[in-house]
C-alpha cells in the first residue's frame, strides 16, 4: 500500500514562515489535500487539490506538489496556526493519510 | 450549509457490536462517495471505509475487513457504520466524511462521536 512521510513536529517563529513536508514515491502524481486538526475538533481542509484554498481559509496557506514532496507553506505564523497537520490522497480506491506534523508556533 | 451530525458511539465490551449514523443535511447525499474516519486517543487520522453513491462499491482498511459494513440509506440522508466483534483498538473517535470522488478529499467533515472499547 502507498505509503507516505510527515515530520513529527515542526516549530515556527511567530511571523516567520513554516512549511510542512508530506512524501511519497511519486507524490506529485497525486492530488493531495491538507488538513488543520485543533485540539478537541474535526480536521479541516486549508489545501485540496495540491495548491487549492476553500473560501475562509487565509490566503497564508498555501501548497505545492512535484516528485516525491508534497508541501503545504504557512506563511507569517501566527499563535492560532498552531495545530496537527494532515497529508491526505487517494490511491487504489482508498483514502490515505500522513501520520501527521504538529506545529508549535514559538 | 453542509452539516455532517453522527451519532451511535459510547462504551462496549470486547467482542460487542455497535452502530454509528451520520446524518447529512444540505447537499444531495445520493451524488456523493461517503467516508468514515477515526482517530485514536492521541494518535492520527486513520481512514476506515468508503460507499459509493448508490451503495455498490464499498471499501475498508484492512484492520476492520470482515467485521465492519458501511452503508447507507439514501432516502435518509445517512450513512452507517456497523460495528461487529470490537476490540480495544477500536477505541477511537470516529468521524463521517463527504468524499469527492476524482480528487479524493474530504471537504466536510462531521463532528465525530466516541467509541470506547472496555470492559
Known amino acids: 500500500s502507498y505509503e507516505v512521510t510527515q515530520p513529527l513536529s515542526l516549530s515556527v517563529a511567530l511571523g516567520q514562515t513554516a512549511r510542512i513536508t508530506c512524501g511519497g514515491n511519486?507524490?506529485?502524481?497525486?492530488?493531495v489535500h491538507w488538513y488543520q486538526q485543533k485540539p478537541g475538533q474535526a480536521p479541516v481542509v486549508v489545501i485540496y487539490?495540491?495548491?487549492n484554498r476553500p473560501s475562509g481559509i487565509p490566503e497564508r496557506f498555501s501548497g505545492s506538489n512535484s516528485g516525491n514532496m508534497a508541501t503545504l507553506t504557512i506563511s507569517r505564523a501566527q499563535d492560532g496556526d498552531e495545530a496537527d497537520y494532515y497529508c491526505?490522497?487517494?490511491?487504489?480506491?482508498?483514502?490515505?493519510f500522513g501520520g501527521g506534523t504538529k506545529l508549535t508556533v514559538l | 450549509e453542509v452539516q455532517l451530525v453522527e451519532s451511535g458511539g459510547g462504551l462496549v465490551q470486547p467482542g460487542g457490536s455497535l452502530r454509528l449514523s451520520c446524518a447529512a443535511s444540505?447537499?444531495?447525499?445520493?451524488?456523493?462517495?461517503m467516508s468514515w474516519v477515526r482517530q485514536a486517543p492521541g494518535k492520527g487520522l486513520e481512514w476506515v471505509a468508503n460507499?459509493?453513491?448508490?451503495?455498490?462499491?464499498?471499501q475498508y482498511v484492512n484492520s476492520v475487513e470482515g467485521r465492519f459494513t458501511i452503508s447507507r440509506d439514501n432516502a435518509k440522508n445517512s450513512v452507517y457504520l456497523q460495528m461487529n466483534s470490537l476490540r480495544a483498538e477500536d477505541t477511537a473517535v470516529y468521524y463521517c466524511?463527504?468524499?469527492?470522488?476524482?480528487?479524493?478529499?474530504?471537504?466536510?467533515w462531521g463532528q465525530g462521536t466516541l467509541v470506547i472499547v472496555s470492559s
Open positions: 466524511a463527504r468524499l469527492v470522488y476524482g480528487s479524493g478529499g474530504l471537504d466536510y
Open positions: 444540505g447537499f444531495t447525499f445520493s451524488s456523493y462517495w
Open positions: 460507499i459509493k453513491q448508490d451503495g455498490s462499491e464499498r
Open positions: 511519486n507524490i506529485g502524481s497525486k492530488n
Open positions: 487539490r495540491d495548491t
Open positions: 491526505q490522497m487517494w490511491d487504489s480506491s482508498t483514502v490515505i
